[in-house]
């Protein structure tokens, strides 16, 4: 039986021994060898059709079914929607060598229509598969990423984004082979994506960004997180995301539990800022233990002194900070209770309490001794609606240690009574979301940064803002007040530290030196230094009073995370995205002990005393770290 190719013809199935259709009198083969047999799908741009290879029906080696894609001259949209398949067909010329994406095998423009032929792949994509078979289980999905996060890498190795990634589009072939994927009709070259194009990709699995116009690597990620879940619980994507709390709540429809380590590469697929997602496919199978990690020490030979300031850190004769010892520091208590990245840590200032907050929008108060979780404050939902809407960014503890205060991606700070364990006030007004916040040597003045780049100087006393700064262009990554309570400094991801005079308000200076977002920032105690980490994956120290550079280490193999600085050695820690926490002598600015990770660590803190070091991480752990 041959199909007609007139998509206006109303009778167009013929006998197999026609050359034109009985009924309109188009010619039946495409290029004297494709023979239309079936229609299998119609849609916006065209039709797609099962064909039979004539010129390859005779060989043993070549199957003779094929795709046939085709885009009718006369469809609404004809120029546009030619520009795409031409696009389509010069990437599957590439792509298609690939063995789980179907080869190019003929491309055809004609005076009516413009024509793909694709390999045919013989099986159920997984939308059917899902209909016939039922949920697919924890190890069904890990096989799933396992075939397809190699096949994301390979296309954008290749600088294609798919931007139409979903189960309808993931082909199972018969035989039970590698999965594969199909229809780059909506792909698109990654270097034309840096202006806002027209709105390409399914409702549901589409990424925030893409849905803007501007997809990115990461948004194909996102799409194959969404599959996974929608394949996991059954449920479309608009079911499985909450509106009202903006947030994905797929956990609650599994019909049964998956792992912790699942669970948290499906939410670090599923973040909405493309920041907190994968960057790329290679970091998911990592984390997924399906591909090693590269070394993650750099060389020893990993610092250097700037020729223009001198060539050690000032004078400390005053301090009574002790040298750093060459001790052991190994993990002593790993604490889980969170469902999502640590985001925020903080330690009293009696060393007896340990609070976190994380992506999953809770705060848990610990025992820093014993790791016993003492209480929660949950994230805002139907039972708890007083807490957090989105995640955690900072959490500090008053002075005395009888109020706990949290700022989130919400655009709020609360005040929680650790007493009565209830709230005590919400401050709301920054209009973005927190991104930084510290508080005053007395208690009674809170800083907060904003992800727009704003600062604020609030009294706790009466809720109030009593300053606002503007300088910086981008979200505050760090406000530390010095010891003296004299000067404030803030770092950016605009790539500059501002010092402010803590009492006028006045800038002082802008310090530019990193060559990518300052990401931490932190004082040491008496105030002389400022040490600054970056997405460059260097750290700086800098003399406070000349505002000079002093010193740059290169210090991790990825971003840095946060800075920590011990209270009575010359000591300093660092954490990062490479997985690993490092501890440097401030002096020499030489390493003293790399102390691993599985997952990216995003928050450290010192013990008061400076015999913990506590760090979270984005394995939803925190490692609480002691010295033999």
């Known amino acids: 039986m041959s199909y007609c190719l007139n998509p206006a013809c109303s009778k167009p199935q013929n006998p197999d021994d026609v050359k034109f259709c009985q009924n309109c009198g188009v010619k039946l083969l495409l290029g004297d060898r494709y023979q239309p047999i079936k229609l299998i799908g119609q849609g916006g741009f065209g039709r797609t059709l ?7 029906s005779a060989s043993k080696n070549q199957p003779p079914f094929c795709v046939i894609k085709q885009l009718v001259a006369q469809y609404p949209g004809m120029k546009r929607s030619g520009d795409l398949m031409r696009q389509e067909a010069a990437q599957l010329a590439r792509l298609g060598q690939h063995p789980q994406i179907p080869a190019l095998l003929d491309h055809f423009e004609l005076e009516t229509a413009q024509y ?5 792949i013989d099986g159920q994509n997984l939308e059917q598969v899902l209909a016939t078979e039922g949920l697919f289980s924890e190890q069904q999905v890990r096989s799933l990423l396992a075939d397809l996060l190699p096949v994301l890498r390979f296309i954008h190795a290749n600088q294609v984004i ?8 993931i082909i ?5 082979g590698h999965l594969v994927l199909v229809d780059f009709g909506a792909s698109k070259i990654a270097p034309e994506t840096a202006k806002t194009e027209t709105v390409i990709g399914s409702a549901g699995y589409a990424a925030p960004e893409q849905v803007m116009g501007r997809a990115e690597f990461a948004s194909d990620l996102y799409s194959l997180g969404v599959t996974c879940v929608h ?4 449920m479309h994507p608009f079911d499985l995301y909450s509106i009202g709390e903006d947030a994905w709540i797929w956990r609650q429809y599994l019909p049964k539990p998956i792992s912790s380590e699942l669970r948290r590469v499906l939410d670090k697929l599923l973040q909405k800022a493309t920041r907190q997602r994968y960057s790329n496919a290679t970091e998911a199978l990592q984390d997924l233990r399906l591909e090693r990690v590269a070394p993650i020490d750099p060389p020893d030979q990993f610092s250097r002194t700037d020729a223009q300031t001198p060539q050690k850190i000032p004078s400390r004769k005053q301090s009574t900070r002790s040298q750093p010892t060459q001790a052991i520091w190994r993990c002593v208590q790993t604490i889980e209770g969170h469902e999502g990245e640590i985001t925020a840590l903080a330690i009293d200032r009696a060393g007896n309490l340990l609070a976190t907050g ?5 705060i848990y108060l610990w025992d820093l001794a014993t790791g016993e979780r003492l209480h929660c404050f949950l994230g805002r939902s139907l039972w708890f609606g007083v807490g957090h809407s989105d995640r955690i960014t900072a959490l500090t503890f008053s002075p005395e240690g009888r109020f706990l205060i949290s700022a989130s991606d919400d655009g709020t700070i609360k005040q929680w009574d650790l007493k009565t364990l209830r709230l005590v006030s919400t401050l709301s007004g920054h209009g973005w979301g927190i991104s930084a916040m510290t508080l005053s040597e007395d208690g009674y003045l809170l800083v907060s940064g904003d992800r727009e780049g704003r600062i604020q100087l609030w009294d706790l006393e009466t809720e109030t803002v009593i300053s606002s700064l503007n300088n910086q262009r981008n979200a505050i990554s760090a406000v530390v007040i010095s010891p003296d309570q004299q000067l404030l400094v803030s770092s950016s991801l605009d790539k500059t530290i501002c010092f402010w005079d803590f009492q006028t308000d006045i800038l002082l200076k802008t310090l530019k030196g990193h060559l990518d977002s300052v990401t931490a920032a932190t004082l040491t105690p008496n105030g002389r230094t400022l040490l600054s980490g970056s997405a460059d994956r260097t750290i700086k120290l800098w003399d406070v009073v000349s505002a000079s550079q002093i010193k740059v280490i290169a210090a991790h193999r990825d971003s840095i995370t946060d800075l920590a600085v011990h209270p009575r050695e010359l000591l300093f820690a660092s954490s990062s995205e490479d997985n690993t926490v490092k501890l440097w002598n401030v002096q020499t600015g030489s390493r003293i002990v790399t102390l691993p990770h599985p997952w990216a660590v995003n928050q450290i803190s010192f013990s008061p005393d400076g015999e913990l070091l506590v760090s979270g991480s984005a394995d939803e752990t925190i490692r609480i770290w002691q010295r033999d």
Do not use: M, W, Y
């Not at 199972?172 to 039970?176: E, F, I, L």
């Open 116 to 120: 793909l032929v694709q390999e045919f």
């Open 358 to 362: 994380g992506t999953d929008r809770a």
């Open 162 to 169: 798919h931007r139409d990634l979903k189960p309808s589009n």
């Open 50 to 56: 099962l064909a039979i290879d004539r010129a390859a």
């Open 172 to 176: 199972r072939p018969a035989g039970d």
């Open 231 to 234: 394949l996991l619980t059954g």
